[in-house]
């Protein structure tokens, strides 16, 4: 029987807190996410009924409105039930941590290696230049204002190791916790995160060039990978909700789990890899719905008997990366989609094998797995954030994944081995740039209008249309727009043009004026 129990409460009626930093709520604000009921925090009186009981509180979610707690006792969980405002009592889940990599093959740096145009990447190069990340940089966008997260099981020798050094000195670790631990020192337990880390944050010229050397880190272990046990979803949920609440922008988690056990019940299966089954994956997707690029490994499993992908990467609005060789050919190893209930991923791929990473003796090395490709990615998804932001204010994380995802060569035709395969980050900022451009010519008018108004068009690639709108009809529709009534006050048109899949805008008529949503 299980001895670690998520209890449930039923409302927060006696909270009117929110658990955001001012940071974090600034973020909001700019990004148009509203405050809600996930942010607030739990009543503090419940919290306080369930610590008078003989048990241990683990952690604290306001998103589930839960506690988890450790109690062997079946009779205290029926004392907690008598109470009205707990809603139920179910076990956490234990999981089975995936592989995290392989190899220990040392890295030959060769003179050949050593091509770049503006950074000596030395070894690192291939990697970031197949993902059109040399463009990006070139641009002089390196990562910088953007604060991503990075979830794993330790980073021994990020303190000390040389190939951080620009990190300290320029202040850009800016926060570690340990939530295995429940203390701050995050340089114990693995040094799988320290070569994750090095992959975006590192920098040793003429060696290794992380994707996004200029970005602000946190630290954050949870996962104890010494255990011999299975791993509680506790810790990657916590850590989730915290990330939220101090204004990450990306959370980048080289962790993933597959089989499920929750001591009483059989072992769940790749059923459950659905994207709604468990607390990981519901996390991870709550995490996504306040403004945070949710970036996983989709996991080392398309060996193994398990195969497919795993928690969190399973979720809908979680950017799974698989790997594959410098050559862009599928690792064997990459676990593979789709979800259960059909949805493609891996989303994307990356470099996983014989990846440039940092090793422990102030060197560099090879290592192949998921663990690498998905931080490269993530690097790379705060330089083109960055870059969007200087055109695009209000750029969210989802417009960002779904930038990647259509600059992927694969993005027409997906599979379920590579996603929608390999996406060029620099073609796809360019594509961005274009579209800021449509947006600026189209212009609906007149505004306050009577009876009828003008939708005015005219691009470089197309020509200038003009069609008047009475009674919610779209006069003489040329072929090249799709206009949807979706109501009697609001239409949506959809602009194909050459590049890109479709230039979509709503317009909202109400009481005779008219707003405009690109």
């Given at each position: 029987?299980?001895?670690?129990?998520w209890?449930?409460?039923?409302?927060?009626?006696?909270?009117?807190?929110i658990s955001?930093?001012k940071?974090?709520?600034d973020?909001?604000?700019?990004?148009?996410?509203?405050?809600?009921?996930?942010?607030?925090?739990i009543?503090q009186s419940?919290?306080?009924?369930v610590?008078?009981y003989?048990?241990?509180?683990r952690r604290?979610?306001?998103?589930?409105?839960?506690?988890?707690?450790?109690t062997n006792?079946?009779?205290?969980?029926?004392?907690?039930?008598?109470?009205?405002?707990?809603?139920?009592?179910?076990?956490?889940?234990?999981l089975?941590?995936?592989?995290?990599?392989?190899?220990?093959?040392?890295?030959d740096?060769?003179p050949?290696?050593?091509l770049s145009?503006?950074?000596?990447?030395?070894?690192?190069?291939?990697?970031i230049?197949?993902?059109g990340?040399?463009?990006?940089?070139?641009?002089?966008?390196?990562?910088?204002?953007i604060?991503i997260?990075v979830f794993d099981?330790?980073?021994?020798?990020v303190e000390?190791?040389?190939?951080?050094?620009?990190l300290?000195?320029?202040?850009?670790?800016?926060?570690?916790?340990?939530?295995?631990?429940?203390?701050?020192?995050?340089f114990?337990?693995?040094?799988?995160?320290?070569?994750?880390l090095?992959?975006m944050?590192?920098?040793?010229?003429?060696?290794?060039?992380?994707?996004?050397?200029e970005?602000n880190?946190?630290?954050?272990?949870?996962?104890?990978?010494a255990?011999?046990?299975?791993?509680?979803?506790?810790?990657?949920?916590a850590?989730?909700e915290?990330?939220?609440?101090?204004?990450v922008?990306?959370i980048?988690?080289s962790?993933?789990?597959?089989i499920?056990?929750?001591?009483t019940?059989?072992?769940h299966?790749?059923?459950?890899?659905?994207?709604?089954?468990?607390?990981?994956?519901?996390?991870?997707?709550?995490?996504?719905?306040?403004?945070?690029?949710?970036?996983?490994s989709?996991?080392?499993?398309?060996?193994?008997?398990?195969?497919?992908?795993?928690?969190?990467?399973?979720?809908?609005?979680?950017?799974?990366?698989?790997?594959?060789?410098?050559?862009?050919?599928?690792?064997?190893?990459?676990?593979?989609?789709p979800?259960?209930?059909?949805?493609?991923?891996?989303?994307?791929?990356?470099?996983?094998?014989?990846?440039?990473?940092a090793d422990?003796?102030?060197?560099?090395?090879?290592?192949?797995?998921?663990?690498?490709?998905?931080?490269?990615?993530a690097?790379l998804?705060a330089?083109?954030?960055?870059?969007l932001?200087?055109?695009?204010?209000d750029?969210?994380?989802?417009?960002?994944?779904?930038?990647?995802?259509?600059?992927?060569?694969l993005?027409?035709?997906?599979?379920?081995?590579m996603?929608?395969g390999?996406?060029?980050?620099y073609?796809?900022?360019?594509?961005?740039?274009?579209?800021?451009?449509?947006?600026?010519?189209?212009?609906?008018?007149?505004?306050?209008?009577?009876d009828?108004f003008?939708?005015?068009?005219?691009t470089?690639?197309?020509?200038?249309?003009?069609?008047?709108v009475?009674?919610?009809?779209?006069?003489?529709?040329?072929?090249?727009?799709?206009?949807?009534?979706?109501?009697?006050?609001?239409?949506?048109?959809?602009i194909n043009?050459?590049?890109?899949?479709?230039?979509?805008?709503?317009?909202?008529?109400?009481d005779?004026?008219?707003?405009?949503?690109g």
């Amino acid at each position: 029987q299980s001895d670690t129990w998520w209890v449930y409460f039923t409302d927060k009626n006696c909270n009117t807190s929110i658990s955001l930093s001012k940071s974090a709520i600034d973020k909001r604000l700019k990004k148009k996410i509203p405050i809600d009921f996930y942010d607030y925090a739990i009543c503090q009186s419940y919290i306080d009924t369930v610590s008078h009981y003989d048990v241990i509180i683990r952690r604290h979610s306001r998103w589930l409105n839960a506690v988890s707690i450790k109690t062997n006792s079946s009779e205290v969980l029926d004392l907690l039930l008598s109470h009205k405002f707990i809603k139920k009592i179910k076990p956490v889940l234990k999981l089975k941590p995936e592989t995290k990599y392989f190899s220990n093959e040392l890295l030959d740096v060769s003179p050949s290696l050593r091509l770049s145009s503006s950074l000596l990447y030395g070894a690192s190069f291939n990697q970031i230049d197949m993902l059109g990340g040399v463009g990006l940089h070139n641009e002089g966008y390196l990562g910088n204002g953007i604060n991503i997260a990075v979830f794993d099981a330790g980073f021994i020798g990020v303190e000390s190791l040389p190939i951080f050094d620009n990190l300290w000195l320029n202040n850009q670790i800016i926060d570690t916790y340990d939530f295995v631990d429940n203390d701050s020192d995050v340089f114990v337990g693995s040094v799988h995160g320290t070569m994750v880390l090095s992959t975006m944050g590192g920098y040793m010229a003429d060696s290794l060039i992380g994707t996004a050397p200029e970005a602000n880190y946190m630290l954050f272990r949870t996962e104890d990978s010494a255990s011999e046990t299975l791993i509680e979803e506790d810790y990657w949920a916590a850590a989730a909700e915290y990330a939220d609440s101090v204004g990450v922008d990306i959370i980048n988690s080289s962790l993933g789990y597959t089989i499920l056990y929750d001591d009483t019940l059989n072992s769940h299966s790749y059923m459950d890899m659905d994207g709604n089954s468990t607390i990981i994956t519901k996390a991870a997707d709550l995490a996504a719905s306040r403004g945070i690029l949710v970036v996983n490994s989709a996991g080392n499993s398309g060996n193994s008997n398990w195969y497919y992908i795993g928690a969190p990467a399973d979720g809908d609005s979680v950017l799974a990366v698989g790997a594959v060789n410098a050559m862009g050919q599928i690792a064997s190893f990459s676990s593979r989609g789709p979800t259960y209930d059909g949805r493609i991923k891996p989303n994307i791929c990356a470099q996983g094998v014989l990846s440039t990473v940092a090793d422990q003796d102030s060197t560099i090395r090879y290592a192949n797995g998921t663990s690498f490709s998905a931080p490269i990615i993530a690097g790379l998804s705060a330089c083109l954030w960055q870059g969007l932001l200087t055109q695009i204010p209000d750029v969210s994380n989802m417009d960002v994944l779904q930038m990647i995802q259509e600059s992927a060569h694969l993005f027409e035709n997906p599979n379920d081995s590579m996603g929608y395969g390999i996406p060029n980050f620099y073609l796809g900022f360019l594509n961005a740039l274009e579209l800021t451009h449509l947006i600026d010519t189209v212009q609906v008018y007149p505004n306050p209008y009577t009876d009828y108004f003008v939708i005015d068009y005219l691009t470089d690639l197309n020509p200038e249309f003009q069609k008047r709108v009475k009674g919610g009809t779209l006069l003489e529709l040329p072929e090249t727009i799709v206009w949807m009534e979706i109501s009697d006050v609001v239409y949506q048109y959809m602009i194909n043009h050459p590049g890109r899949l479709y230039y979509p805008s709503v317009v909202l008529i109400l009481d005779g004026l008219l707003e405009v949503y690109g």
